[in-house]
Structure formats: structure tokens, C-alpha cells
């Protein structure tokens, strides 16, 4: 079985530089030895990413990273001691521990605890820090199961440890601390609200990789059919004739011209639509539908990131 809950198993091969695939609360990452470079290649390859766009290493905790970095803010030291283990990953100046590759050349490095029971377990039985991105095909949807990395990259990874279900669903929220600002560079699983309490107001410069590369990775999270967002009741008369999916949020759909509809949160709830968007835009796609038709739910707490989602599902690819 490729796919389990051995934890020496899942040591030993990325030990040998291979690739396996771990779980954390927000989606499965695709994880290789960082302090190996010919490790952490095989992940962009083996996601067919493009070699510009970094990684980010994961730790067991605060004295793990510590020595991945060379300046460690005191405001940042706030933010990972709230928030680590966490969906939140902290950008901060890089030590010569970090290779080149894993930055992708930057002087920074990405570095997240994730919170879940066999990650931190693993994280604590390792000697190096594991580089991770999201487990799936560089531009499509983020896998919160451990099936998904399996239907996507199982020939590519050795061994899935199978933590069951992503708690929360959705990537971690991307905070770069600078000069005593706090920066956000994606919106993720830890709320705009949650930092700013502890920290007072950030400065939002959402996906830094897009200013780098222009257009190149606007287009992200897309299902193979086309996703269009709006007025859900409109979009099914105008499109009508199309093979017809819909993701709504707290509003059941009915509707003779739609092959079928899937709600996010029927109560209304944007954690668990965080929860559910990535796996029910999977369920979508295996209908083999034409278009998927979805609105923005409300631009709060979590609210924020799945919008953000939900916008780069439907940006035109390039
Ligand atoms: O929740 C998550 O963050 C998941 C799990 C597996 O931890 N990982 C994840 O990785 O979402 P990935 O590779 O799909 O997204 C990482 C993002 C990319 O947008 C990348 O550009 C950004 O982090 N990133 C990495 N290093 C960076 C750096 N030094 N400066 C700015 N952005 C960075
Ligand atoms: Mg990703």
C-alpha cells in the first residue's frame, strides 16, 4: 500500500531523498529532505512547477526554525508563538542552512509548523526541515485527502501518510514581517482578524510571485471546467445548453438545467466552506461538466481566502 500511517516508513525514504506526502490541518504537501538539493528537485518536478516560484520548510517548532533564518523579528517571534503549530507560514531573511533551491534564489525563506499530530511527529524524528508545497499538479486544485494525492502524483511520491481529512482546508495565510511591518502575501487559514489582533493593521500585497512572473500564476486551483462566477440563477439561464455544475454557499439551487449542485456551507459557515471548497471542486470536476457556476460568499474571516480561491479557479489560463 502506498498510502498509511508509518511514521519510520515515511522517515526512511525521505532519509533517501525520495518524495512523500504528508498531511497537515490545511491541504497534503508534497515533501522532500530540504537541506537536499537533489531532493527537493524532484518536487518541482514532480509537480511540473515552475522553477521561479520557492517553497516553503516546515519544522517541528519555534527552536527549529531558528536556525533557517537570520533575523527572527520580535514581531514575528509574537506571531509564531500565537499562532505555531498553525496555518500560518512566516517569511523572514534566510541563513546559508537554506539551499537556493528551495527559495528559489531569494533572500527570504518560507517556514510554517503545521499543526497536526503525525506531521509534528514525523518533524520530530527528522534532522532537516521538510520543503513542502501543495501535493497536487503545479495550477490545479490543492488536495485535502490523501486519495487526491494519490489519483494526481501517485506514481511520483513513495509513500502518503494518511492523516485522514485537512482540518482546515485551505493553504496557510502567508505573513512576510519587514523593516517592523507585517506584510500579507496570501490569504489563507489563519484570518486577516486573528493577526491583526495581535499584531494591529497589515499591509496586504497578496501573491508576490505574480509581480515576478506577470500573469503567470494568476490562473491557480482550476478544475478542468470552465468556473464562472455571478448571480447563480442568471448565469444557470444564460449558460443553459452547457453541461451545468454549481457550487453554491448557504442557498439550495434547483434546477432542471444543471446536472448538479453542491453547497459549501449550508449554514453559512466560512470555516467550513474553507473546510469543503477544495474537495467539492474535485467532486465537481469528475462530473466532466462544461462550467461550474459559483458565487463569492461573505469577505469574512475565512471567508477571504476562499474568495481568493475561488477567484483564481475562474482567472483565464494562460
Ligand atoms: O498550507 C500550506 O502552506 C501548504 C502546506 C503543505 O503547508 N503549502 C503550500 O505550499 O501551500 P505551496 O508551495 O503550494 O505555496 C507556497 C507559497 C507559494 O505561493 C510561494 O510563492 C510562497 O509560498 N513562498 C515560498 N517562499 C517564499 C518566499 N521566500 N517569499 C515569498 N513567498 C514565498
Ligand atoms: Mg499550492
Given at each position: 500500500m502506498k498510502k498509511g500511517t508509518d511514521i519510520a516508513l515515511a522517515k526512511q525514504f525521505l532519509a533517501a531523498g525520495e518524495?512523500?506526502?504528508?498531511?497537515?490541518?490545511?491541504?497534503?504537501?508534497?515533501?522532500?529532505?530540504?537541506?537536499?538539493?537533489?531532493?527537493?528537485?524532484?518536487?518541482?518536478?514532480?509537480?511540473?512547477?515552475?522553477?521561479?516560484?520557492?517553497?516553503?520548510?516546515?519544522?517541528?517548532?519555534?527552536?527549529?526554525?531558528?536556525?533557517?533564518?537570520?533575523?527572527?523579528?520580535?514581531?514575528?517571534?509574537?506571531?509564531?508563538?500565537?499562532?505555531?503549530?498553525?496555518?500560518?507560514?512566516?517569511?523572514?531573511?534566510?541563513s546559508d542552512l537554506v539551499p537556493d533551491i528551495v527559495t528559489a534564489g531569494n533572500d527570504t525563506v518560507a517556514i510554517r509548523v503545521p499543526n497536526h499530530d503525525l506531521t509534528l511527529e514525523l518533524l520530530k524524528t527528522l534532522h532537516f526541515p521538510l520543503a513542502a508545497p501543495s501535493a497536487n499538479p503545479s495550477g490545479y486544485i490543492s488536495p485535502t485527502e490523501a486519495d487526491h494525492v494519490l489519483q494526481q502524483l501517485g506514481e511520483e511520491v513513495q509513500y502518503v501518510l494518511d492523516g485522514g481529512k485537512c482540518s482546515v482546508g485551505i493553504e496557510s495565510t502567508i505573513v512576510k514581517v519587514a523593516d517592523d511591518k507585517v506584510f500579507i502575501l496570501r490569504l489563507g487559514g489563519l484570518s486577516l482578524e486573528k493577526i491583526e489582533a495581535v499584531v494591529g493593521k497589515t499591509e496586504t500585497?497578496?501573491?508576490?510571485?505574480?509581480?515576478?512572473?506577470?500573469?503567470?500564476?494568476?490562473?491557480?486551483?482550476?478544475?478542468?471546467?470552465?468556473?464562472?462566477?455571478?448571480?447563480?440563477?442568471?448565469?444557470?439561464?444564460?449558460?443553459?445548453?452547457?453541461?451545468?455544475?454549481?457550487?453554491?454557499?448557504?442557498?439550495?439551487?434547483?434546477?432542471?438545467?444543471?446536472?448538479?449542485?453542491?453547497?459549501?456551507?449550508?449554514?453559512?459557515?466560512?470555516?467550513?466552506?474553507?473546510?469543503?471548497?477544495?474537495?467539492?471542486?474535485?467532486k465537481l470536476d469528475e462530473r466532466h461538466l462544461d462550467i461550474i457556476l459559483t458565487e463569492f460568499i461573505p469577505n469574512e474571516g475565512l471567508g477571504r481566502a476562499v474568495n481568493d480561491r475561488l477567484q483564481r479557479a475562474a482567472a483565464e489560463r494562460s
Open positions: 518524495l512523500v506526502a504528508i498531511p497537515t490541518e490545511t491541504v497534503y504537501g508534497l515533501a522532500a529532505n530540504g537541506f537536499n538539493t537533489d531532493a527537493v528537485l524532484k518536487i518541482y518536478k514532480a509537480k511540473n512547477r515552475p522553477a521561479f516560484n520557492p517553497l516553503i520548510l516546515h519544522v517541528a517548532d519555534v527552536e527549529a526554525a531558528a536556525p533557517l533564518t537570520k533575523i527572527f523579528s520580535e514581531k514575528a517571534k509574537i506571531l509564531a508563538q500565537k499562532f505555531w503549530p498553525g496555518p500560518l507560514t512566516l517569511v523572514l531573511p534566510k500585497i497578496i501573491n508576490t510571485e505574480i509581480t515576478e512572473a506577470p500573469g503567470m500564476l494568476v490562473s491557480h486551483y482550476a478544475p478542468k471546467a470552465k468556473v464562472i462566477i455571478g448571480n447563480i440563477a442568471s448565469n444557470i439561464a444564460k449558460y443553459r445548453g452547457n453541461k451545468i455544475g454549481v457550487l453554491s454557499f448557504a442557498k439550495g439551487i434547483l434546477s432542471d438545467d444543471i446536472v448538479c449542485t453542491i453547497d459549501l456551507s449550508p449554514k453559512g459557515d466560512t470555516d467550513e466552506a474553507a473546510r469543503n471548497i477544495f474537495a467539492y471542486l474535485r
